[in-house]
C-alpha cells in the first residue's frame, strides 16, 4: 500500500513550470515525504524530500501543505529531460527497514 | 566513477535456470536493496540489507537468496527461473535505513524463455 495519491499523468511545456500533486491523507506526524523519478530506462532517482516545511534544491521545490495530507513537485522551468515518471513516496520507519513503497506515480511528459 | 554498478545489464535465459545478478556501490552505504520492477512498471521491495545482515524480505519465494559477502556488494541468486521472474531487477543503497535518500543501480532486465 502506497499510502499516496498521484495522477496518472500531466503533461507541461518546456521551459514552463510544473506542479505535481500528491495527496497523502493519511501521513503521521513523523513522516517524512520523499519524491524520486524514473527516466526512461533508467533506474529511479532522487529528488528532494521534507517533512513540514517547504524545501528547495537544485532539481525542484516541494511545498507541503499546512496539515501535511497533501505536497507539490514544483519544477521551476521544465525541460524534456524532466520526462520521467515522479513517485510521492512515503518511506518505512526505521525500525521496518527505510524501505520505499513505490506508488503508480504521475507520467510527466514535456512538449518543446 | 559509477556510484551503484549492477552486472549484468541484460540477462535472458530458459525456465528452469540458476542466475546471479551482481550489485557493487563505491557510495560507503552500510545499507543496500534489491526492488523489481514488473512488466506494468510497478516497483517493489524485495529485500534490504544493513551491514551485511537481511533486515526486510518482503515474501519473496526462496527461490531468491541474497548474498551480501561486505557492505559494498549485495547479489541476488535465483534458482529454477520461472517466466513470472522475467523483470528489471534494481538495487540501491542508502546510508543508513529510514529517510536517507536510496541511490539506485541502472538496473538488470531479466528475460526467462
Known amino acids: 500500500d502506497a499510502k499516496t495519491t498521484q495522477p496518472n499523468s500531466m503533461e507541461s511545456n518546456e521551459e514552463e513550470p510544473v506542479h505535481l500533486p500528491c495527496n497523502h491523507s493519511?501521513?503521521?506526524?513523523?513522516?517524512?515525504i520523499h519524491w524520486y523519478r524514473q527516466l526512461p530506462s533508467q533506474g529511479p532517482e532522487y529528488v528532494i524530500h521534507g517533512l513540514t516545511s517547504n524545501v528547495n534544491n537544485r532539481m525542484a521545490s516541494l511545498a507541503i501543505a499546512e496539515d501535511r495530507k497533501s505536497s507539490t513537485l514544483i519544477l521551476h522551468r521544465a525541460t524534456l529531460r524532466d520526462a520521467a515518471v515522479y513517485y510521492c513516496?512515503?518511506?518505512?520507519?526505521?525500525?521496518?527497514?527505510?524501505?520505499?513503497?513505490f506508488g503508480q506515480g504521475t507520467e510527466l511528459s514535456v512538449k518543446p | 566513477d559509477t556510484a551503484v554498478s549492477q552486472t549484468p545489464k541484460y540477462l535472458v535465459t530458459q525456465m528452469g535456470n540458476d542466475k546471479s545478478i551482481k550489485c557493487e556501490q563505491n557510495?560507503?552505504?552500510?545499507?543496500m536493496y534489491w526492488y523489481k520492477q514488473d512488466s506494468k512498471k510497478f516497483l517493489k521491495i524485495m529485500f534490504s540489507y544493513n551491514n551485511k545482515e537481511l533486515i526486510i524480505n518482503e515474501t519473496v519465494p526462496n527461490r531468491f537468496s541474497p548474498k551480501s559477502p561486505d557492505k559494498a556488494h549485495l547479489n541476488l541468486h535465483i534458482n529454477s527461473l520461472e517466466l513470472g521472474d522475467s523483470a528489471v531487477y534494481f538495487c540501491?543503497?542508502?546510508?543508513?535505513?529510514?529517510?536517507?535518500?536510496?541511490?539506485f543501480g541502472p538496473g538488470t532486465r531479466l528475460t526467462v524463455l
Open positions: 540501491a543503497s542508502s546510508h543508513g535505513t529510514g529517510n536517507n535518500e536510496q541511490f
Open positions: 493519511t501521513i503521521s506526524g513523523t513522516d517524512y
Open positions: 513516496i512515503r518511506p518505512a520507519p526505521y525500525n521496518q527497514g527505510g524501505k520505499l513503497i
Open positions: 557510495l560507503g552505504h552500510d545499507t
